[in-house]
């Protein structure tokens, strides 16, 4: 009991100093800080969020989706759809279509591909995200393949009071730092309920769970509606902060991206998730410096890194208290 309350705290005081860390990051002065800088972390934590929603799927509900970015895409043409070209469009009605309109997307794609397992759901899940995708592509609702401009950052104003300018680089990093620290809270408090237990029930053992009584179906498609809302946040925050969608962020590419996030930081870790995503684009960042053929070196680095890390980043977290009980003895 006592080992647990105290990597507890130890887990509560690391989460406390990491966001104390970022959230002074627009501050620091160049060559760390500066608006490059800045604009660079602020995707990584978008990506984040989008590897957060479905480590719900895949780390806890044990849904392995390859259909994921249609509902961040959808939430970033949501934005682009609303956007008026003369003037910053409402922020509150876009960031309300991107995340309702991802969700009633993923709950009618949820009611038709749930009854389906294993393989099988990861095939009709990919068949559904890509055919979002080509209805984005193939057709002029939004610019086609040629993608949607977003003119102005969505301007959030309470009572006529704008209360936070999107325009400016540190306002928009601090907004999407309160977006990571909001998705991340509502997932833990989602995960500690009685209804995030029993989505780790179901995906240890799915038939002992409905012989309890569980509508596991159920259960299954509210926590693909919960992802697919918080993948729209993630979606809405991409339209803002880059002004530009395109169809590729629909495809099977961006889905497969942030699986290997989860994969990278670790399955059923939320810190795993955010961790996977500040390697991910910090190292593809980097590697695309160094060479034309970095997605080669890249690939080689997850492999290793997946051989060497088979619990992903989460599991060096796991053994520190492990040696630390180890010394103390």
């Known amino acids: ?39 660079l972390l602020a995707k990584v934590m978008i990506m984040a969020i989008f590897a957060a929603s479905l480590q719900l799927l895949v780390g806890y509900t044990g849904l ?11 939430g970033a043409y949501a934005v682009a759809m609303l956007a008026p070209m003369s003037e910053a469009g409402n922020g509150w009605l876009m960031l309300a279509a991107a995340v309702g309109g991802a969700g009633l997307l993923a709950l009618v794609i949820g009611a038709l591909v749930m009854r389906t397992q294993g393989i099988y759901f990861i095939m009709v899940t990919l068949a559904f995200g890509q055919l979002v995708y080509f209805v984005f592509h193939d057709t002029k609702i939004a610019g086609g393949s040629d993608g949607a401009y977003v003119y102005f950052k969505p301007a959030l104003a309470i009572g006529g009071w704008q209360w936070i300018d999107l325009e400016q680089a540190n306002s928009f990093y601090w907004f999407v730092l309160g977006a990571l620290v909001l ?23 799915e038939q002992r769970m409905r012989a309890a009584g569980y509508s596991t179906l159920l259960y299954k498609l509210a926590s693909f509606v919960v992802a697919g809302m918080l993948a729209g946040l993630g979606g809405f925050l991409y339209a803002a902060q880059y002004g530009f969608v395109t169809p590729e962020i629909l495809s099977w590419h961006y889905s497969g991206n942030a699986l290997v ?53 989460a599991g060096l977290w796991a053994r520190l208290p492990s040696s630390q009980r180890k010394e103390a003895a």
């Open 261 to 313: 996030m989860i994969i990278l930081g670790g399955l059923g870790s939320l810190g795993g998730a955010v961790a996977g995503a500040f390697a991910f684009v910090l190292l593809s960042e980097w590697f695309s410096s160094l060479t034309k053929h970095w997605q080669l070196l890249f690939g080689s680095f997850i492999i290793v890194a997946v051989a060497l890390l088979p619990q992903g980043l």
């Open 1 to 39: 009991m006592t080992s647990s309350k105290s990597l507890s705290s130890l887990s509560v005081a690391a989460w406390v100093l990491a966001f104390a860390l970022l959230a002074v990051f627009p501050l620091l002065p160049e060559p760390i800080g500066g608006k490059f800088h800045t604009e």
């Open 64 to 74: 392995v989706s390859l259909g994921h970015a249609a509902f961040f895409g959808f």
């Open 183 to 205: 998705t991340l809270g509502v997932l833990t408090l989602v995960l500690r309920s009685r209804f995030g237990h029993a989505l780790i029930g179901i995906k240890h053992n």
